[in-house]
């Protein structure tokens, strides 16, 4: 059985390849049991939709487990290129590309658990409560079990012509 972990590993690696983040980074505050994004989600999450944006920052005030914003947040084309040919991903037409889709995951001890579900559907209630406070329209990863994956709803949100023409252009799509 494919486990959460097998099909995130080639992101997991990626990062770990990466200088390992510093728990200051991470944003860990026990004493208070208040969350913040460290730098590195920070400086992903200001590059996705304004939308998506008010979505976490309002989430991280409120959840009780520390989270991350995962690098796979933000891709290029040759990134997605590769995430298909690793089978991490199964369209090149990702909402990443967009910057309509945020990946995060729940950190215990500054580790993911990619084993433990639990902790994952805790975080993505929390987002889906935030998300219909604001009325922002949201479809969750979890539905097509892609835990960490969050998106804006497409029907509400379309893909833009910069990045479908570019996908063209490459005969990636149609
Ligand atoms: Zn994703």
């Known amino acids: 059985m494919q486990t959460l972990y097998d099909l995130w590993k080639p992101l997991d690696a990626k990062e770990k390849a ?3 983040p510093t728990i200051e980074e991470i944003g860990v505050n026990n004493t208070s049991q208040q969350f913040f994004w460290g ?3 920070k400086e992903l999450l200001s590059q996705v939709h304004e939308d998506l944006q008010a979505v976490f920052n309002l989430f991280i005030t409120r959840t009780k487990q520390d989270c ?3 690098p796979s947040t933000i891709r290029t084309i040759e990134d ?3 995430f298909v040919k690793k ?3 199964k369209t090149f037409k990702s909402r990443h590309l967009f910057k309509m889709a945020v990946d995060s995951c729940p950190l215990k001890n ?3 658990d990619w084993h433990d579900l639990k902790p994952f559907n805790e975080m993505n209630d929390l987002i889906q409560e935030c998300a219909d406070e604001l ?3 949201i479809r969750q990863g979890r539905t097509f079990h892609d835990h960490p994956h969050n998106e804006l709803l497409k029907s509400v949100y379309p893909d833009t012509d910069d990045v479908l023409n570019e996908l063209r252009r490459r005969g990636l799509i149609k």
């Open 18 to 20: 990466g200088e390992e």
């Open 39 to 41: 730098k590195r989600s």
């Open 68 to 70: 991350t914003i995962m």
């Open 80 to 82: 997605q290129i590769q």
């Open 87 to 89: 089978g991490t991903s």
């Open 110 to 112: 500054g580790k993911i």
């Open 135 to 137: 009325g922002i329209k």
